[in-house]
Nanobody, 118 residues
Framework: QVQLVESGGGLVKPGGSLRLSCTVS????????MGWYRQTPGTLRDEVAT???????NYSRVAEGRFTISRDNALRTVYLEMNNLKSEDTAVYYC????????????WGQGTQVTVSS
């Protein structure tokens, strides 16, 4: 069974930094595309950044220039380095792993809370 476990969330002041980690177990990590998403109460889950199994990266507008996504296939882990955090970055951040066919290979972590507040 595939499991995604996020860590690294917490409380940080505006302008601060956090690094989120997501470790995958139970499958061949290198065959999955990976992504980070975030959600606030009453809103839809939004894409933050993605990295394919080939290392192709895409950032959302809110992440561009401040966040960095990376992966370490040997450690089966994907990271999200977040810098210059703003109050509007406060959300639950979720890790996502997928590959084709999506109907069979589509997994989410339990989420980690990031709170940006002074």
């Amino acid at each position: 069974q595939v499991q995604l476990v996020e860590s690294g969330g917490g409380l940080v002041k505006p302008g601060g930094s956090l690094r989120l980690s997501c470790t995958v177990s139970g499958s061949i990590f290198s065959s999955y595309d990976m992504g980070w998403y975030r959600q606030t109460p009453g809103t839809l889950r939004d894409e933050v950044a993605t990295i394919t199994r080939l290392g192709i990266i895409n950032y959302s507008r809110v992440a561009e220039g401040r966040f960095t996504i990376s992966r370490d296939n040997a450690l089966r882990t994907v990271y999200l380095e977040m810098n210059n955090l703003k109050s509007e970055d406060t959300a639950v951040y979720y890790c996502h792993a997928w590959r084709q066919p999506l109907s069979r290979y589509d997994y989410w972590g339990q989420g980690t809370q990031v709170t940006v507040s002074s």
